[in-house]
């Protein structure tokens, strides 16, 4: 887990690396019924506030530690605000640097009473046309807050920018205010993304890989590549004259496996998974040159859970044991090949991260 003085540190390496371009404006004034810096001083905000999206911050995070995370996921963004106190996340959308709570604020906006700030998210009405079905079920809750339809396009991509933040963070979000609907607080469960992504200009073989991996997992194997028949290879050789069926295989990807029955029957395995990478987050594409390899360790649980909300504890403590392995692999991995590391929510992280 990341702790608060390595994410202060990483926004202050980001703000040092922006130093050198404009703060972002469009030349705009700030909207009007934008909140004074007090809520609590101008009672007629709180109806402002509740007719938007909010990140809600405790007492330890600032608005700073906000807006590096931002520009980790949208790297044009700067991590600081403009003259106008916002920060602008596309044509429609932007980040307000929110207003100041004491307790009678935060009991109006019925939050939970460790908020003492809240960044405001001002962006469009986008929902899908149709209520979420039956079966579908999101970790964060979204499909029970949103039961007419869930946020869309604009709308989904601002919202779940500030629930990753939430996640990253330990925060939460309120929700904007609708006819029918109470206050809706949204708390994602900030271990419940396990994934990281790592991408490198450099690729590893699999033995390499596998005795890498195998340090913290001595059982770790790679996955049997499928070889083709007789009848295939004479059927490419029929289709390419130029085709040479002796030639060594030339991998372009592979798979390393590591079981986990021995830690828990429902823990399933992590698979690290290794090819050219077809898409490469912004914050990587401004970093590196392409190409670049990514390396997955992906974590799946038998029963294919993991993304469902409301587990018991004994899933939560199996849980925190395939992410401490987890973070150890890719801590080895991003060292080893002097790549760039992100976990589940596109954040960065680094091996020392990783490793504490």
Do not use: C
């Not at 700030?30 to 402002?48: E, G, I, L, Q, T």
């Not at 509740?50 to 980790?72: G, K, M, P, Q, T």
């Amino acid at each position: 887990m990341i702790t608060r003085r390595e994410l202060r540190r990483q926004r202050e390496e980001a703000e040092r690396a922006a130093s050198s371009a404009s703060a972002p404006g469009d030349g705009s004034a700030a909207v009007a019924d934008a909140a004074p810096a007090s809520a609590a001083r101008a009672p007629d905000a709180f109806a402002d506030l509740r007719a938007r999206h909010l990140l809600l911050l405790d007492e330890e995070i600032e608005v700073s530690d906000v807006l590096a995370l931002v520009h980790n996921r949208l790297p044009d963004v700067a991590p600081r605000l403009g003259a106008d106190d916002q920060v602008r996340l596309s044509r429609h959308s932007r980040l307000l640097a929110g207003v100041d709570l004491d307790p009678a604020a935060v009991a109006a906006l019925e939050i939970p009473d460790w908020t003492r700030h809240a960044v405001v998210l001002e962006t469009p009405r986008d929902r899908e046309p149709a209520p979420p079905p039956d079966w579908f079920e999101d970790a964060d809750g979204l499909h029970e807050a949103f039961p007419k339809g869930l946020p869309d396009r604009e709308e989904e991509r601002a919202l779940s920018l500030l629930i990753a933040i939430a996640s990253r963070l330990h925060l939460a979000v309120r929700l904007a205010d609708e006819a029918g609907m109470g206050t809706r607080v949204l708390v994602p469960d900030p271990e419940a993304k396990v994934d990281l992504y790592l991408y490198s200009p450099y690729w590893l073989e699999p033995e390499v890989a596998l005795s890498l991996v195998r340090r913290h997992a001595p059982h770790a194997f790679q996955q049997e590549l499928p070889t083709p028949d007789t009848a295939v290879l004479a059927q490419a050789s029929l289709d390419d004259p130029l085709f040479d069926a002796t030639a060594p295989v030339i991998l372009d990807g592979y798979s390393l496996l590591i079981p986990l029955g021995e830690l828990d029957e429902a823990a399933g395995g992590i698979e690290i998974r290794v090819t050219e990478a077809e898409w490469v987050p912004p914050i990587v594409r401004a970093a590196a040159e392409l190409p670049q390899i990514e390396y997955h360790v992906h974590w799946m649980d038998t029963e294919e859970v993991r993304f469902r909300p409301g587990h018991d504890r004994r899933f939560r403590r199996m849980r925190a044991e395939v992410a401490s392995l987890v973070d150890a692999i890719g801590a080895e991995l991003l060292a080893r090949s002097d790549g760039i590391g992100l976990d589940e929510n596109g954040f960065l992280v680094t091996s020392a991260q990783l490793r504490s």
